[in-house]
């Protein structure tokens, strides 16, 4: 611990004159011991959510929610990869990518801000939040200061940002009151260099802080991940971690940065993360008056194809998020208040601070089951192909998400060895299924059924024929940990019988544009199919589909894309947000990897 350098006692500001005219004072106590709202202690008090994990007509609702519960601050992540889908192709609005609103609602609501903009964020998010593309380039190194490519993609992400950002600081009249210097970077490297340069991106932006980092107490104490006159934020603090990074670094002020009242998910789990009850941690920072922020205080959903995953730092026992990022939260995906909720909100109440009346819950529906039909197959709607030698990556073509197809000619039956699927493949001779390859380790019941190989393991073909297909899915890249070099597709080469496969056709197939489809299926008995069904409302609210009777796959509501279903669960209902539908017909679009009999899509108005 005492290796760490002390750090100045002040976060820079703008002179007090300048701050008297434009906005509060936010700053860092002399010695270190707290934080200052305009000269006085402030207590901060933060859930975390994420904008693009909540549909925007209800950002308001969940920012409210929070503060019905005792709390003054929001915590934001901003996904890198979220609004620069392309290389220089920024989208600061569509959809819920608008970070300026959401925080202009929070400030509106008279909540306080904390932005964590990355550009590694972790969030059980697709990469961390850094964008696919650069893993275009095969020696790529990420989150290091000597890899140009990366740093000047960061740089020019926030070029972007920090315009949007600094009219928004505490100092400039808004609600921001710190911003946070990557994220948790101490749990995947040592390199002081890579983090100034960052603080540095962004002073030269205009905007000087206050700045913090976020780690762990071991990997603080370990890596020196803090920066020059930024305060810590402890993942997994609580008062003793607090007191010990005071220890480590008297200059500047200590908060836990994420208490987990809840946790994450992975497809094949058992069942749902449960709540962990934190009120003995919350007491001790009421009592204390000490700053912390509730990660996660409302979940939401990872639409799309955003939610990340997990794996060892050799890349294997691959665990992918789940959709759902309820997180077991105080407040539910739905933005239902939960007992644990009520229980910190009696508790932060107790030490004499007003409680906001909690806002009605969002209205719910749950209307009758519908069946769809087969509408068109993937395989009447290939785009033109790609030639290739050997095959290739998603990212080597350009693609970030959704699927692949490689095509090859093979002369025999046999053992069919892939290096590597990156995530989930099925295959066909000549248009005649032959069972798959899973990355993820799924039960030897559904291995079975199907005929998936577990871990990459080979797939004997029985079928003779002359045409090998692969459809690939590429599932979450990893987000944690060092092996967040994630690519999708077929990451090397294919073997049959020992005898390496060349001749390569691959068709991306990132399923952007659905609306696109064309209604054709010359095959109804090959996998691979898009099955549609329409939805009768009289009224909208949020609902559930629950898909239990599908196997494994992607559904849209009304052009939105839900997320994936997988039968290994333990998430079986997608959330579909009410601003989603609308009264009078709207349309459900599945992609099924297996089925080719439609089954009824029920509806309910909770996760499980």
Not at 15 to 41: N, V
Not at 69 to 75: A, F, V
Not at 359 to 377: E, G, N, Q, R
Not at 400 to 428: C, E
Request: proline residues 8%; contains cysteine; aromatic residues 10%.
């Amino acid at each position: 611990m005492s290796g760490l350098a002390p750090l100045a006692a002040v976060a820079p500001g703008p002179p007090a004159r300048e701050q008297g005219r434009c906005g509060h004072r936010f700053a860092f106590a002399p010695d270190g011991s707290g934080f200052l709202l305009d000269c006085q202690r402030f207590q901060i008090r933060s859930g975390e959510m994420h904008p693009a994990r909540i549909p925007v007509e209800h950002w308001r609702h969940r920012i409210l929610m929070a503060k019905a519960m005792g709390l003054n601050t929001i915590s934001i992540y901003v996904m890198w990869n979220y609004v620069e889908p392309r290389p220089g192709v920024f989208d600061f609005r569509s959809e819920q990518r608008d970070i300026e609103a959401f925080i202009r609602l929070c400030q509106a609501a008279g909540m306080w801000v904390l932005l964590r903009p990355g550009p590694y964020v972790c969030g059980e998010w697709d990469l961390g939040g850094i964008p696919p593309y650069l893993l275009a380039n095969k020696d790529i190194k990420l989150r290091v200061h000597e890899d140009e490519r990366y740093l000047a993609a960061v740089r020019r992400y926030i070029a972007q940002l920090a315009p949007r950002i600094r009219p928004l600081m505490i100092g400039n009249g808004g609600p921001v009151l710190m911003v946070q210097i990557e994220n948790e970077y101490g749990s995947y490297g040592s390199d002081p260099a890579y983090l100034e340069q960052l603080r540095q991106l962004w002073l030269e932006q205009g905007i000087d802080g206050p700045f913090y980092t976020e780690d762990g107490l071991g990997q603080l104490e370990h890596n020196h991940s803090n920066v020059t006159g930024g305060a810590i934020a402890l993942s997994g603090g609580d008062a003793a971690s607090i007191a010990a990074a005071r220890q480590a670094c008297p200059a500047v002020p200590a908060m836990a940065g994420e208490v987990y009242p809840g946790w994450l998910t992975h497809w094949g789990d058992k069942t749902f993360a449960g709540p962990t009850d934190i009120s003995p941690d919350l007491k001790s920072f009421m009592d204390g008056g000490l700053s912390f922020n509730l990660y996660m205080v409302h979940g939401g959903t990872s639409f799309g194809f955003y939610a990340g995953a997990n794996a060892n730092d050799l890349s294997g026992a691959y665990q992918p998020d789940v959709t759902s990022y309820d997180y077991a939260a105080p407040i539910t995906e739905q933005g239902v208040a939960t007992p644990e909720f009520h229980k910190y909100r009696s508790l932060i109440g107790s030490y004499g601070l007003p409680l906001p009346t909690i806002p009605d819950p969002k209205p719910t529906i749950a209307p009758a089951p519908v069946t769809p039909t087969v509408y068109a197959s993937l395989w009447d709607n290939l785009p033109d192909a790609v030639a290739s030698t050997d095959p290739q990556p998603f990212e080597m073509l350009g693609q970030s998400y959704g699927f692949a197809l490689y095509r090859t000619a093979i002369p025999d039956t046999g053992a069919l060895d892939i290096r590597w699927v990156h995530d989930y493949a099925t295959v066909f001779v000549d248009g005649r299924y032959q069972g798959g390859l899973s990355r993820t380790l799924i039960p030897d019941a559904e291995s079975k059924k199907l005929n998936v190989t577990n871990n990459n393991a080979p797939l004997t073909l029985t079928t003779s024929g002359a045409t090998l297909d692969v459809l690939v899915e590429g599932m979450g890249r990893t987000n944690y940990g060092q092996a967040i070099v994630d690519r999708k597709g077929i990451l090397e080469s294919v073997s049959l019988n020992g005898r390496r496969l060349t001749g390569w056709q691959i068709f991306p197939l990132p399923l952007d544009n659905t609306a696109a489809l064309k209604p054709i299926v010359k095959d109804a008995q090959r996998p691979g199919l898009f099955f549609k069904a329409a939805l009768q409302l009289d009224r909208t609210g949020d609902t559930y589909l629950d898909l239990s009777r599908w196997t494994k796959g992607v559904v849209w509501v009304n052009g939105h894309n839900l997320g994936r279903y997988w039968e290994i669960g333990p998430q079986h209902r997608l959330f579909c947000p009410a601003p989603w539908l609308r009264p009078g017909r709207n349309e459900i679009l599945v992609f099924d990897l297996h089925q080719t009999t439609p089954q009824p899509i029920s509806f309910a108005r909770t996760l499980s």
